[in-house]
Structures are given as structure tokens and as C-alpha cells.
């Protein structure tokens, strides 16, 4: 992802958990959890906009994304162990809006 975005250690990279909970079943409109990397200046938009108490929800442009990978830490962590016990494989694609996203092959 940081090569294909020609990322280097100067640059910065927020980290933005989207999605629902799956353990919250109150919301029959629930989305799978996802973290995405997005531009520094797409977080900060997010952050500053909790901390004035707007609730900040809907999709996040594409050309504000780096990449996405299954929810983490937790969700991460349980996908990691599911690829050792299962033998998945698993990849970098493009997505239709241009940005990597971790997908099952």
C-alpha cells in the first residue's frame, strides 16, 4: 500500500475504523467493519468534527483512502488467526475506486 501510494517516511497516514460492530445487533443496517488508511487531512476532518459534536458517518471519498483491510485490532487479529487455521489466501486488489483493499483470492 505505501509503495503503491509512493508513501515514505515522511509521510503521515491516519487510521479511521468504519463500520459496525457486529456485536451490536441493535441497527439492521450495519455495515462490516473496516479500518481504513486515509490521508492525514481526511482524519483530522473526522476529529475535529466528533470534537464538535457532530456525529461524522457516511462513506469516505475514495481519493481520501490509501487502503482497507478487515477491522482491526480485534477483528484483525481473529482474520489473521482464520487465514493460519483455514489456508486462505489472500491479496492486494485494487477496488473499483482505485484504492488497495486485502481481498480473498
Known amino acids: ?3 503503491d501510494q509512493n508513501l515514505g517516511e515522511d509521510n503521515e497516514v491516519g487510521i479511521l475504523m468504519v463500520g459496525s460492530s457486529m456485536d451490536d445487533l441493535r441497527f439492521a443496517d450495519r455495515e462490516p467493519p473496516w479500518t481504513l488508511f486515509v490521508k492525514p ?42 487465514i493460519i487455521m483455514t489456508g486462505k489466501t489472500f491479496a492486494w486488489q485494487r477496488s473499483r475506486k482505485g484504492f488497495l483493499v486485502l481481498s480473498q483470492l
Open 1 to 3: 500500500m505505501l509503495q
Open 41 to 82: 487531512v481526511r482524519l483530522k476532518w473526522v476529529v475535529q468534527g466528533q470534537s464538535a459534536g457532530f456525529g461524522v458517518r457516511g462513506e469516505v471519498p475514495s481519493d481520501q483512502i490509501y487502503g482497507q483491510i478487515p477491522a482491526w485490532p480485534d477483528g484483525f487479529f481473529d482474520f489473521l488467526s482464520a
